[in-house]
C-alpha cells in the first residue's frame, strides 16, 4: 500500500523519467531519422515536465501578486527557465529537420542504415 | 568600468556578428580586416583583465542589478579571464589562415556567413568561460551546438550533412543530459548559481544523496558526449574531418575544451571535494581518461585519412586533460590547463598545416605525404614541431605538460599512472612519425631546391608559423603562462 501511496506522490517525477527513457531508447534504437528527432523531443519534454513538477506547490496559484495575504504562490522560476528551454529545443528541431531534408535530398534515403551503407560505398569508391 | 569589461568583450563578437551581414555588398575584404581589427580589440582587453584580476581578485557582474539569488550572475575568476584569453588569441591565428584559405569548400556566397557564425562561437564560448550560473551555462552551450553544427555542413557536400546530423544527435542528448542534472539540483538546493548552489549542497548532500549523485552522473556524462571524453567520443573524427580545415582546427582546439572548462567549473566549484570523494568520481575519471588515452592512440594508428587521424588523436589528448583533473589536485588542475593551452596550439597547428597541404595538393591520405617536405619546407616544419609536441619531445609545449602530468601523478601518489602517459606517448610515436619520415626522406633529392619557400598565400603561412613559434616558446618558457596557471589552480582550494 505505501508502495502505490508513494507512486502516486511522486507520480510526476516518475512520468517524467519514464518519458525521458522513452526518448532516449527512441533516439539511441530507432533508424528513422525523424523518428530520433521525435525522440530528442519527447526526452526535452520529459525534463520540461520534471521541472514544472519541481515548482508546484500544493494548493499554490499562479505567481500573479493578490490582495490575499495568506495565498501561496507556485515557484515561477522553473517556468521561467523552461520557456527558454522550449526555444532552445524548437531550435535544434527544427534546425535537424532541415538537415534531414538535405540528406534526403543528396541521398534519397532517411534511413540510418541505407544511409551508412551508401557512406561507406562512396568512401570505398574514394 | 573595468567590471563591463567582460560583458563587453561578449558584446563586440556580438555586434561584429551582426554588423557583417550589412557589410556583404563591399568587396569581402572589409569584413576581414573588420572582424580582425574587433578580435584585436577584445585580445587587447582579455590582457587587461587578466592582469586586473590577478591583482584585484575575480570581476562579479550582476545582470540588470538583480540580485544573485535570482539573477544571472558572472563572475571572471583567473582561470576564466586565462582561457578567455587563450581561446581568443588562438582564434585570431585562425582566423588570420581563414583568410588566405577563403575557408576551402565553401562557396562564395557563404563566406560572410562563414564568419557570422565564427562571431556567434565566440560571443557563446566567453559567455560560457564567464558565466556563474548553471542554467546560462546550457543556454551558451545550445548557442555553441546549432552555430558548431552550421559551421561543419557549411560546405554543401553529400558527407558533411551525415556527420552534422550525428554531431547534432549526441550534443542534444548531451545537452539534455545536463539540463536535467541542472533540474535535479535545482529540486535540491532551490538555485541555479554556482556559489549559493555549492554552498547549500555541501549541509545537505547526505540527506539527498541520491539526488546528488544522479545529478552528478547526467551531468559528467552530457558534459562528456559534448567534450568527447572516450566512449561518447563517436561523433568527433567524422564531424572534424569534413569541416573546412580552419573550423577543424577551431572546433578540434577550443570548442571541446570550453565543455572541459565547464566541468572543471562543475567538479571543483559546485561539488566540491567532499562529495566528489564519497562517491569515488576520481577512480572513474581516471579510469575513462586512461582508456581514451590509449584507445584514442589505437583508433588513430588506423586511420588513413589524416584528418580523421588528427581527430582521433585530439580523443587521446582529451584523456590526457581529463586524467589531470581527475587527480582532484592543485597541481593535476594546472597540468590540465597547461595542456588545454598546449594541444590548443598543436593541434591548431596540425589541422592547420595540414590545411595547407590540402589546398595546395588537393590529397588527404596519409600516404600520400611522401616527399612533401621539399615542395612545402615551412608547412611540414611546422606539421613536425606539432607533431613532437604530440609525442611530447623536450623543447615543445607538448613535453611540458606530459612533464606536469606526470609530476602530478608522483604526487598524487598514483605513479602508475606515468607507465599510462608514457605508452600513449609512444603509440603517438607510432602514426605521426611515418608521415615526418617519409615526407622529410623518401623522395628524389635531386628535385630539392634550397630556400625556396611554397607559394601559398601569406595569411596561411604566417598563422601557421605564428603557432610553430607559440609551441617553441611555451615549450622553452613555460613559466611565461605556468605561474599564472599554478596561481589560478590554487584558488580552487585544492590540496
Given at each position: 500500500?505505501?508502495?502505490?501511496?508513494?507512486?502516486?506522490?511522486?507520480?510526476?517525477?516518475?512520468?517524467?523519467?519514464?518519458?525521458?527513457?522513452?526518448?532516449?531508447?527512441?533516439?539511441?534504437?530507432?533508424?528513422?531519422?525523424?523518428?530520433?528527432?521525435?525522440?530528442?523531443?519527447?526526452?526535452g519534454?520529459?525534463?520540461?515536465?520534471?521541472?514544472?513538477?519541481?515548482?508546484?506547490?500544493?494548493?499554490?496559484?499562479?505567481?500573479?501578486?493578490?490582495?490575499?495575504p495568506?495565498?501561496?504562490?507556485?515557484?515561477?522560476?522553473?517556468?521561467?527557465?523552461?520557456?527558454?528551454?522550449?526555444?532552445v529545443?524548437?531550435?535544434?528541431?527544427?534546425?535537424s529537420?532541415?538537415?534531414?531534408?538535405?540528406?534526403?535530398?543528396?541521398?534519397?534515403?532517411?534511413?540510418?542504415?541505407?544511409?551508412?551503407?551508401?557512406?561507406?560505398?562512396?568512401?570505398?569508391?574514394? | 568600468?573595468?567590471?563591463?569589461?567582460?560583458?563587453?568583450?561578449?558584446?563586440?563578437?556580438?555586434?561584429?556578428a551582426?554588423?557583417?551581414p550589412?557589410?556583404?555588398?563591399?568587396?569581402?575584404?572589409?569584413?576581414?580586416?573588420?572582424?580582425?581589427?574587433?578580435?584585436?580589440?577584445?585580445?587587447?582587453?582579455?590582457?587587461?583583465?587578466?592582469?586586473?584580476?590577478?591583482?584585484h581578485?575575480?570581476?562579479?557582474?550582476?545582470?540588470?542589478?538583480?540580485?544573485?539569488?535570482?539573477?544571472?550572475?558572472?563572475?571572471?575568476?583567473?582561470?576564466?579571464?586565462?582561457?578567455?584569453?587563450?581561446v581568443?588569441?588562438?582564434?585570431?591565428?585562425?582566423?588570420?589562415?581563414?583568410?588566405?584559405?577563403?575557408?576551402?569548400?565553401?562557396?562564395?556566397?557563404?563566406?560572410?556567413?562563414?564568419?557570422?557564425?565564427?562571431?556567434?562561437?565566440?560571443f557563446?564560448?566567453?559567455?560560457?568561460?564567464?558565466?556563474?550560473d548553471?542554467?546560462?551555462?546550457?543556454?551558451?552551450?545550445e548557442?555553441?551546438?546549432?552555430?558548431?553544427?552550421?559551421?561543419?555542413?557549411?560546405?554543401?557536400?553529400?558527407?558533411?550533412?551525415?556527420a552534422?546530423?550525428?554531431y547534432?544527435?549526441?550534443?542534444e542528448i548531451?545537452?539534455?543530459?545536463?539540463?536535467?542534472?541542472?533540474?535535479?539540483?535545482?529540486?535540491v538546493?532551490?538555485?541555479?548559481?554556482?556559489?549559493?548552489?555549492?554552498?547549500?549542497?555541501?549541509?545537505?548532500?547526505?540527506?539527498?544523496?541520491i539526488?546528488?549523485?544522479?545529478?552528478?552522473?547526467?551531468?559528467?556524462?552530457?558534459?562528456?558526449?559534448?567534450?568527447?571524453?572516450?566512449?561518447?567520443?563517436?561523433?568527433?573524427?567524422?564531424?572534424?574531418?569534413?569541416?573546412?580545415?580552419?573550423?577543424?582546427?577551431?572546433?578540434?582546439?577550443?570548442?571541446?575544451?570550453?565543455?572541459i572548462?565547464?566541468?572543471?567549473k562543475?567538479?571543483?566549484?559546485?561539488?566540491?571535494l567532499?562529495?566528489?570523494?564519497?562517491?569515488?568520481?576520481?577512480?572513474?575519471?581516471?579510469?575513462?581518461?586512461?582508456?581514451?588515452?590509449?584507445?584514442?592512440?589505437?583508433?588513430?594508428i588506423?586511420?588513413?585519412?589524416?584528418?580523421?587521424?588528427?581527430?582521433?588523436?585530439?580523443?587521446?589528448?582529451?584523456?590526457?586533460?581529463?586524467?589531470?583533473?581527475?587527480?582532484?589536485?592543485?597541481?593535476?588542475?594546472?597540468s590540465?590547463?597547461?595542456?588545454?593551452?598546449?594541444?590548443?596550439?598543436?593541434?591548431?597547428?596540425?589541422?592547420?598545416?595540414v590545411g595547407?597541404?590540402?589546398?595546395?595538393?588537393?590529397?588527404?591520405?596519409?600516404?600520400?605525404?611522401?616527399?612533401?617536405?621539399?615542395?612545402?619546407?615551412?608547412t611540414?616544419?611546422?606539421?613536425?614541431?606539432?607533431?613532437l609536441?604530440?609525442?611530447?619531445?623536450?623543447?615543445?609545449?607538448?613535453?611540458?605538460?606530459?612533464?606536469?602530468?606526470?609530476?602530478?601523478?608522483?604526487?598524487?601518489?598514483?605513479?602508475?599512472?606515468?607507465?599510462?602517459?608514457?605508452?600513449?606517448?609512444?603509440?603517438?610515436?607510432?602514426?605521426?612519425?611515418?608521415?615526418?619520415?617519409?615526407?622529410?626522406?623518401?623522395?628524389?633529392?635531386?628535385?630539392?631546391?634550397?630556400?625556396?619557400?611554397?607559394?601559398?598565400?601569406?595569411?596561411?603561412?604566417?598563422?601557421?608559423?605564428?603557432?610553430?613559434?607559440?609551441?617553441?616558446?611555451?615549450?622553452?618558457?613555460?613559466?611565461?603562462?605556468m605561474?599564472?596557471?599554478?596561481?589560478a589552480?590554487?584558488?580552487?582550494?585544492?590540496?
Open positions: 500500500m505505501q508502495i502505490i501511496q508513494a507512486f502516486v506522490d511522486h507520480i510526476n517525477f516518475i512520468g517524467a523519467v519514464a518519458l525521458f527513457l522513452i526518448g532516449l531508447h527512441t533516439v539511441v534504437t530507432k533508424k528513422n531519422l525523424i523518428k530520433r528527432i521525435m525522440g530528442l523531443n519527447i526526452m519534454t520529459s525534463i520540461f515536465l520534471f521541472l514544472v513538477a519541481i515548482g508546484n506547490v500544493t494548493g499554490g496559484v499562479p505567481p500573479i501578486l493578490q490582495q490575499d495568506n495565498v501561496n504562490y507556485i515557484n515561477p522560476i522553473p517556468s521561467v527557465l523552461i520557456l527558454t528551454g522550449i526555444v529545443v524548437v531550435s535544434m528541431t527544427v534546425y529537420l532541415s538537415l534531414t531534408i538535405k540528406i534526403y535530398e543528396m541521398y534519397g534515403t532517411i534511413n540510418q542504415d541505407e544511409l551508412t551503407y551508401l557512406i561507406r560505398e562512396e568512401e570505398i569508391h574514394d | 568600468m573595468i567590471n563591463q569589461l567582460p560583458i563587453i568583450n561578449m558584446l563586440i563578437f556580438l555586434a561584429t551582426l554588423i557583417i550589412l557589410l556583404s555588398k563591399r568587396t569581402f575584404k572589409i569584413t576581414l580586416i573588420f572582424g580582425f581589427i574587433m578580435l584585436l580589440c577584445v585580445v587587447t582587453s582579455s590582457f587587461f583583465l587578466i592582469f586586473h584580476i590577478a591583482e581578485g575575480a570581476i562579479l557582474y550582476q545582470f540588470g542589478g538583480h540580485d544573485s539569488k535570482i539573477g544571472i550572475e558572472f563572475k571572471v575568476d583567473l582561470m576564466a579571464a586565462i582561457i578567455g584569453l587563450f581568443v588569441g588562438l582564434t585570431t591565428i585562425i582566423y588570420i589562415y581563414s583568410c588566405g584559405d577563403e575557408t576551402e569548400g565553401v562557396e562564395q556566397k557563404e563566406y560572410g556567413r562563414y564568419y557570422i557564425l565564427l562571431f556567434i562561437i565566440l557563446a564560448i566567453l559567455g560560457i568561460i564567464y558565466t556563474n548553471l542554467f546560462n551555462a546550457y543556454v551558451f552551450m548557442i555553441i551546438s546549432i552555430t558548431t553544427c552550421s559551421i561543419i555542413s557549411i560546405k554543401r557536400k553529400k558527407e558533411t550533412y551525415a552534422s546530423f550525428r547534432v544527435m549526441l550534443n548531451g545537452s539534455l543530459s545536463y539540463l536535467f542534472g541542472v533540474a535535479l539540483i535545482y529540486m538546493t532551490g538555485y541555479t548559481n554556482i556559489d549559493w548552489v555549492s554552498q547549500s549542497i555541501q549541509s545537505i548532500w547526505q540527506l539527498y544523496s539526488n546528488i549523485i544522479i545529478a552528478l552522473g547526467f551531468m559528467i556524462v552530457g558534459i562528456g558526449i559534448k567534450a568527447a571524453i572516450f566512449p561518447f567520443h563517436i561523433w568527433l573524427p567524422d564531424a572534424h574531418a569534413s569541416a573546412p580545415s580552419s573550423s577543424s582546427a577551431i572546433l578540434s582546439s577550443i570548442i571541446v575544451k570550453v565543455y572548462v565547464v566541468l572543471i562543475l567538479l571543483f566549484k559546485v561539488f566540491k567532499d562529495i566528489l570523494n564519497h562517491f569515488h568520481v576520481s577512480t572513474i575519471l581516471v579510469i575513462v581518461a586512461a582508456t581514451g588515452m590509449i584507445m584514442g592512440s589505437i583508433f588513430a588506423a586511420q588513413k585519412d589524416i584528418k580523421r587521424m588528427l581527430g582521433y588523436s585530439s580523443i587521446s589528448q582529451i584523456g590526457y586533460i581529463v586524467m589531470g583533473i581527475a587527480m582532484f589536485s592543485s597541481l593535476g588542475l594546472a590540465a590547463m597547461f595542456h588545454i593551452i598546449s594541444h590548443g596550439l598543436m593541434k591548431a597547428a596540425l589541422f592547420l598545416s595547407i597541404v590540402i589546398y595546395k595538393k588537393k590529397i588527404k591520405k596519409k600516404n600520400d605525404f611522401e616527399g612533401l617536405a621539399y615542395e612545402m619546407p615551412i611540414m616544419s611546422v606539421f613536425t614541431i606539432a607533431a609536441g604530440m609525442i611530447g619531445i623536450p623543447l615543445t609545449s607538448g613535453f611540458i605538460s606530459k612533464l606536469t602530468l606526470g609530476m602530478a601523478s608522483l604526487d598524487h601518489r598514483q605513479g602508475y599512472l606515468i607507465i599510462i602517459v608514457v605508452l600513449s606517448g609512444l603509440l603517438n610515436v607510432i602514426y605521426y612519425l611515418p608521415i615526418i619520415i617519409s615526407s622529410f626522406l623518401k623522395s628524389e633529392p635531386n628535385t630539392y631546391h634550397p630556400f625556396k619557400i611554397e607559394k601559398v598565400p601569406w595569411p596561411m603561412l604566417t598563422s601557421v608559423i605564428l603557432l610553430g613559434i607559440g609551441i617553441l616558446t611555451f615549450g622553452i618558457f613555460p613559466n611565461l603562462i605561474n599564472m596557471i599554478t596561481q589552480a590554487e584558488l580552487f582550494g585544492l590540496i
